[in-house]
């Protein structure tokens, strides 16, 4: 059986249903900035899937850059992905999740389907520095 394929992976603040029957992603982020960590992430996935042959049991891991899963969400096993026709898309939406970074660096959201993996993306937590301001009003003297 192969594996459905990803036609779209959206992190954002807030998934909402379109009267019109589609998805609204609001405020998309893969890129954070914090001076400090760990630091923890409210948000919502939408997921768009084709070709589903069969049954297909999802996975959602977040792998750090030593390989560790810092967070992991699974698809109930009593409700697996099932299409009866596989060129119609299936829409997978995760809702209200709090993700902790533990560090700064990258990660990877890793999206498995019947403990096979079929998308991989980029997600960083980098460092914010502070910048001294200048002098009130902005001015800065050429002297």
Known sequence: MTPPVVTCFLFCGKVQRDPLGGYLA??????FR???APVTIPGEFLISLTDVHGKQHLRLDLIDALGNVVWRWEQRPEYPIEQKNPLETSV???EGVEI???RH???NFVLYANDVEI???RLALARLRYVAAGPPGGAVSGN
């Not at 609001?26 to 890129?31: E, G, L, S, T, Y």
């Open 26 to 31: 609001r405020r998309i982020q893969m890129v």
């Open 34 to 36: 914090s001076p400090h």
């Open 92 to 94: 997978v939406t995760i």
């Open 100 to 102: 902790t970074l533990p």
């Open 105 to 107: 660096g990258a990660y």
């Open 119 to 121: 998308y991989r993306t």
